[in-house]
């Protein structure tokens, strides 16, 4: 099908990209300003800033409880932004949506970023806030059962990093891996998936900003032949708790996210993988307000609960 057209409207609407190199403060300026006011965001039973003591330092954290009860699964979600922009404000909206439709609570988190913070910082903040929530748990009323990592493009790329390390670690309370339209591959030969050439240009996100947008995290020490930087290139991928893989038609990162799903069940491990239809880089963040694009966050119930 083609572009949703409230997706080519906007598109249409943006103006022309700055020229010259990238400046990551005017960018989280610009992005920050975009962020609703708090009386205009979906009421939850409580929302908190808290820091996390953790072994990666004290973690900025934003709680999400959509109601009230004696004991939560726990969703920890790292928000997207190609490792230099988001933040717990940009992500609200995901985050609430997330509590509101999962019924669990939301552990939102604030990592590190690049340039600023070199490669591994963001990672192993992510990786000790989800170690955190386990040695916290009866302070977070954590039930003990479900403990997802979710995340969405860059954030993504860590919840799959994050699943991966807990792994190796022996660390098995991670139960559920959620990726929406995630960055798995940090190299960005255009001819190692189809859809960096399919969807190259025009549909908001595009193959030739791939490289300018991560050079902040491969700049800072991030090497795309690691495995912990590019989740995908993991040889061995048994023993990976199950993953929901959402991704989006018109995505250059399409078929990194499509492939990582099949080299799960390749593995043995447990993993769907949801294409929507007309739909580009970024729609959950951006426009989960459309009906048919806020089911995802349906869906991620329906996958936890299984």
Not at 180 to 186: G, I, N, R
């Amino acid at each position: 099908m083609p572009l949703h057209p409230e997706i080519a409207k906007f598109l249409a609407a943006l103006p022309a990209p700055p020229q010259g190199p990238l400046d990551p403060a005017a960018l989280r300026a610009g992005d920050e300003a975009h962020v609703a006011p708090p009386a205009e965001r979906l009421p939850l039973h409580s929302v908190e800033d808290v820091a996390a003591r953790t072994a990666s330092g004290e973690v900025p954290v934003r709680i999400y409880t959509p109601a009230e009860a004696d004991r939560y699964g726990v969703i920890v979600y790292f928000h997207g932004g190609a490792f230099f922009l988001g933040s717990l404000e940009t992500h609200d909206h995901v985050a609430r949506s997330l509590a509101w439709e999962t019924g669990l609570k939301v552990v939102s988190v604030g990592y590190r970023l690049a340039p600023e913070a070199a490669f591994p910082a963001g990672l192993d903040d992510c990786h000790a806030v989800v170690r955190w929530v386990a040695e916290e748990g009866e302070s977070l009323a954590w039930d003990g059962i479900t403990l997802a990592v979710v995340g969405d493009s860059s954030g993504g790329n860590f919840a799959a990093a994050v699943a991966a390390r807990a792994h190796d670690e022996g660390f098995g309370a991670i139960t559920h891996q959620i990726l929406y339209y995630p960055s798995l591959d940090l190299d960005f030969d255009v001819d190692r998936y189809a859809s960096l050439r399919e969807n190259a240009q025009g549909y908001g996100l595009e193959t030739a900003g791939l490289k300018p947008f991560n050079a902040f995290y491969l700049d800072s020490g991030a090497d795309p032949a690691d495995p912990r930087v590019s989740p995908v290139k993991r040889e061995d991928l048994t023993g990976l708790p199950p993953a929901l893989v959402v991704t989006a038609e018109f995505d250059p990162l399409r078929d990194e996210g499509e492939l990582y799903g099949r080299r799960l069940r390749e593995a043995g491990a447990e993993a769907t993988v949801s294409r929507y239809d007309g739909a580009g880089h970024g729609f959950v963040q951006h426009f989960s307000w459309i009906p048919e694009y806020h089911a995802v966050f349906a869906e991620t119930r329906d996958f936890l609960r299984r």
